[in-house]
């Protein structure tokens, strides 16, 4: 069943898009009148009294995931469309994705601001998720100060990367229990998915509402719970089996079993699956494979390379524990609304309760029929249905050298765009680069390395070229150049693959990957050559990915998932399990 309209104002296509400076950007003076009269209520609420749960959506990111899941358990779904929804639920899910002030604007210009103030105060079934656990305290420091509803003592503020980190916090962390929790009882010890570039302190004033912590960098909060009210930082329909606990827990009024047997201890390495979507020559939707991005068989009819079919393969990666990545081609002649990629997200996110991030056609474009959308209205379109980021390429490639050769952000690039709306978190810039040996390192006005396979004429240095459209044009911007200019447009995550090494089997481009993972602070994923079981965890140890990225050895089952996360689990780097 499609999910109904959010509510009024759709952030994807509104044409004012900044938080009201009279309606958001208040002090918290008011915020913390709201905590001080809470008070400790012992009432337990069951939520599986109506089988129904209310939904909070307010329009941005990926709620389909959720709705999913709690159909998965079984359960049925009532959005709100007016206060007095919020205030007449049971049972009231708050999922929050994309940025802080956006969010207020919704609920202020939507009258759901005291509803649902009201709502938590009485200590009815709530649950709150991510950005649904960030408004819940006093204020924020994304693109503010901006006034929360202030029913939690704090400041929401960015992650400190001075330390090293790489911000946004994406990927499989552990907690730390502090309290009682009933709805985290199977979490201990096992990882859970958090993606997130902002988070809020443990302090003497919200010591009460703590139930969890996260470590990374520093303790961060990463749930709350206050008789009947919970909120997560990270994302349980999200989080495989150990996420759909939670929220049949939290559905189900706290079940009793403990199964928390993990050795879960910090952020995980990730390995992710990449699925490339495109039609065959006879029109069926299917995953292939390329060999320096070229998909067809070298066989007299030339065919694509068939796979499988994409919705079966997510899921089956799924099973297996990892993320999948679906990389698609154009199909520029549909209608946004009927794009097959669309289709295959919707019935993948019904039972793939991991993340999934789409690339590929993240840009304006005009359809068989005239109609124009813009870049912003195609993301809201995959976010809706299913994805929880996508990735840009060649569009990313020329807002870079926009940047680089003006020195102005002009808000209007498609990557600056997504990021302001839904958060840098939600947006992966994925790099095509090839080697380019050099002599002499003053070649080029672009980062040259002394690299560690000479050149076909014995050449010592070589710099990384960016390609667009599928790696056949090179542009005149170098990977190293390009990678800062997109964390600066606001990349949230770098796909960093390499030509050069695609479909080879013989490893990834370690002097790439280091070189790039090196000097950005974001989290870089690195793609491109792998075909053994150690390359994985030499790419890890040899250099800052954050996750690494395979395909057809995945598909082909040349290389066993299981294998893999075996192997590195063995190395000693912590991998989900």
């Known amino acids: 069943m499609e999910a109904p309209p959010p509510l009024s104002l759709r ?3 509104s044409s004012s898009l900044r938080a009201s400076p009279v309606s958001v950007r208040l002090g918290v003076g008011h915020a913390v009148k709201r905590y001080s009269r809470l008070r400790p209520l012992r009432r337990r609420f069951c939520c599986r009294a109506a089988s129904t749960v209310t939904l909070l959506d307010y329009g941005a990111g ?19 469309k007016t206060p007095e929804d919020i205030l007449s639920a049971d049972c009231l899910l708050f999922p929050g994705v994309g940025a802080f002030a956006q969010a207020m604007e919704v609920l202020n210009q939507n009258r759901m ?59 499989w962390n552990a907690v730390n229990i502090c ?61 495989g089996d150990v996420g759909l606990s939670i929220l049949r827990r939290f559905l189900n009024s706290y079940g009793s079993s403990r199964s928390g047997n993990g050795n879960a201890s910090k952020l995980a390495k990730r390995v992710i699956a ?35 079919k994409p919705v079966d393969l997510a899921g089956q990666y799924y099973k297996m524990g990892l993320t999948s990545f679906l990389n698609i081609t154009g199909f520029r002649d549909f209608p946004l609304g009927d794009l097959p990629m669309l289709q295959v997200l919707r019935k993948a ?28 209205e195609v993301a809201s379109e995959y976010f809706r249905s299913g994805a929880d980021k996508v990735s840009i390429g060649s569009d990313a490639v020329y807002a870079a050298e926009e940047y680089l050769k003006t020195g102005v952000k002009t808000g209007k690039s498609s990557l600056e765009q997504i990021s302001r709306v839904y958060g840098n978190q939600a947006v992966v810039v994925s790099i095509d680069p090839r080697r380019i040996y050099v002599r002499n390192p003053d070649d080029v006005q672009f980062m040259v390395i002394m690299t560690s396979t000479p050149g076909p004429n014995g050449e010592e240095y070589a710099w990384y070229q960016c390609t667009v459209n599928g790696g056949r044009e090179g542009r005149p911007i170098g990977a190293y150049e390009f990678a800062k200019a997109v964390e600066e447009l606001g990349a949230g995550e770098i796909l960093l693959n390499c030509i050069d090494c695609d479909g080879q089997g013989k490893g990834f481009d370690i002097d790439l990957i280091k070189l790039i993972s090196d000097c950005v602070t974001i989290p870089v994923i690195a793609s491109s050559g792998a075909g053994a079981v150690e390359h994985f965890s030499e790419v890890f140890e040899k250099t800052n990915a954050s996750a690494a990225l395979a395909a057809g050895i995945f598909h082909r089952k040349e290389v066993p998932i299981p294998s893999v996360k075996e192997h590195l689990f063995r190395e000693g780097v912590e991998v989900r399990l």
């Open 113 to 171: 601001t005291e509803a649902l103030c009201t709502y938590i105060e009485k200590d009815r079934p709530f649950l709150g998720i991510c950005l649904g656990l960030q408004l819940l305290f006093e204020s924020s420091q994304e693109n503010g100060p901006i006034k929360g509803l202030g029913l939690v003592p704090g400041v929401v503020e960015r992650f400190d990367s001075s330390g090293g980190i790489r911000v946004p916090h994406i990927g």
């Open 62 to 80: 990926n709620v389909r995931s959720l709705r999913n899941a709690i159909h998965h358990l079984g359960f049925d779904i009532k959005d709100v």
């Open 179 to 239: 309290k009682e929790s009933a709805i985290l009882d199977e979490i201990e010890g096992r990882h859970v998915y958090f993606v997130h570039s902002y988070r809020a302190l443990p302090s003497e004033a919200n010591k009460e509402w703590i139930s969890s912590t996260c470590n990374y960098g520093e303790n961060f909060i990463s749930s709350i719970r206050r008789g009947n009210v919970h909120a997560v930082q990270f994302h349980p329909e999200k989080s």
């Open 11 to 13: 952030l994807a296509s």
């Open 349 to 376: 996110s019904e039972n793939v309760f991991v993340p999934l991030t789409v690339g590929g056609g993240i840009r304006d474009f005009t359809d068989g029929n005239g109609r124009h959308y813009s870049s912003l």
């Open 274 to 308: 990449c699925l490339d979507v495109r039609t065959n020559d006879k029109g069926d939707l299917v995953v292939t494979k390329g060999d320096q991005y070229d998909v067809r068989e070298h066989t007299k009819e030339n065919e694509v390379r068939n796979l499988g």
